[in-house]
Antibody, heavy 126, light 113 residues
Framework: EVQLVESGGGLVKPGGSLRLSCVAS????????MNWVRQAPGKGLEWVSY????????DYADSVKGRFTISRDNAKKSLYLQMNNLKAEDTAVYYC???????????????????WGQGTLVTVSS | DIVMTQSPESLAVSLGERATINCKSS????????????LAWFQQKPGQPPKLLIY???ARESGVPERFSGSGSGTDFTLTINSLQAEDVAVYYC?????????FGQGTKVELK
C-alpha cells in the first residue's frame, strides 16, 4: 500500500522555524517528483513546492519563496520542508503529495497529485 | 498563474438526486499534442486529505464509483454526481496540472438536503 506520513508540525511563534518531514512507503520513492500542498483552516488548497525525483529541479509558490526550502533523501525515502521566518498566514495543514505521471499511448500526458498524506498542522501564533 | 473558478460555492442535494459542479479556468488546459485536458477533480471529506476522483477531465480513477463523471474541454468543466449517496457529502476541488504552479478551484461543498 502506498503511504505518506508527515510529521514535524506544531505551534511556532512568528519569525520562527520548523522542519516538516514525510516518510514514504509502498512505492519506489526515488522515481517520483514530490510536492507539498497546504490548506489553511477552513480554506482551500494551495500548492507550496515541488522537488524532482533526483532533486535536480525545485520550485516554490511566490508566497513562500526565499523562506521555505524543499529537500529529499531518497535513501531514507523521505521528503522535507524547512520553513523559516514563519508568518501567521503560513498556518495550515501541510500535505506531502506524490506526483503520478499519466501516460497516453506511450506519451507522457501530465502528472496528477496522488496520493496525499494525512497532513501535519503548522500553527504560527504568538 | 492559471486561475480556477468553481461554482456554486455550495449546494444541497437530496439523496438519489444529481449534483453538478462547474469549474472554469482562466486559460485553456487542453494539451494539443494529445488532446487531453489537464484537469483533475478531488474529493475531500472532513478531517481527510483530498482524494483523486477524475483526471484528464473525464477519466475516472480506479475504484471511483461510476456515479462520478467529468466532462468539458478547454476552459469549462463539470463534475457530475449521479444519484447522490450520503458518503458523497464532501468538498470537491478542481485542479489544473497544465502549468506550474498547479492551481485549485476554491472548492464546492456538497451537502444533503
Amino acid at each position: 500500500e502506498v503511504q505518506l506520513v508527515e510529521s514535524g508540525g506544531g505551534l511556532v511563534k512568528p519569525g520562527g522555524s520548523l522542519r516538516l518531514s514525510c516518510v514514504a512507503s509502498g512505492f519506489t520513492f526515488s522515481n517520483y517528483t514530490m510536492n507539498w500542498v497546504r490548506q489553511a483552516p477552513g480554506k482551500g488548497l494551495e500548492w507550496v513546492s515541488y522537488i524532482s525525483s533526483t532533486a535536480t529541479y525545485v520550485d516554490y509558490a511566490d508566497s513562500v519563496k526565499g523562506r521555505f526550502t524543499i529537500s529529499r533523501d531518497n535513501a531514507k525515502k523521505s521528503l522535507y520542508l524547512q520553513m523559516n521566518n514563519l508568518k501567521a498566514e503560513d498556518t495550515a495543514v501541510y500535505y506531502c503529495v506524490r506526483e503520478r505521471i499519466l501516460w497516453f499511448e506511450d506519451l507522457l500526458s501530465g502528472a496528477v497529485f496522488d496520493p496525499w498524506g494525512q497532513g501535519t498542522l503548522v500553527t504560527v501564533s504568538s | 498563474d492559471i486561475v480556477m473558478t468553481q461554482s456554486p460555492e455550495s449546494l444541497a442535494v437530496s439523496l438519489g438526486e444529481r449534483a453538478t459542479i462547474n469549474c472554469k479556468s482562466s486559460q485553456s488546459v487542453l494539451y494539443s499534442s494529445n488532446s487531453k485536458n489537464f484537469l483533475a477533480w478531488f474529493q475531500q471529506k472532513p478531517g481527510q486529505p483530498p482524494k483523486l476522483l477524475i483526471y484528464w477531465a473525464s477519466a475516472r480513477e480506479s475504484g471511483v464509483p461510476e456515479r462520478f463523471s467529468g466532462s468539458g474541454s478547454g476552459t469549462d468543466f463539470t463534475l457530475t454526481i449521479n444519484s447522490l449517496q450520503a458518503e458523497d457529502v464532501a468538498v470537491y476541488y478542481c485542479q489544473q496540472y497544465y502549468s506550474t504552479p498547479q492551481t485549485f478551484g476554491q472548492g464546492t461543498k456538497v451537502e444533503l438536503k
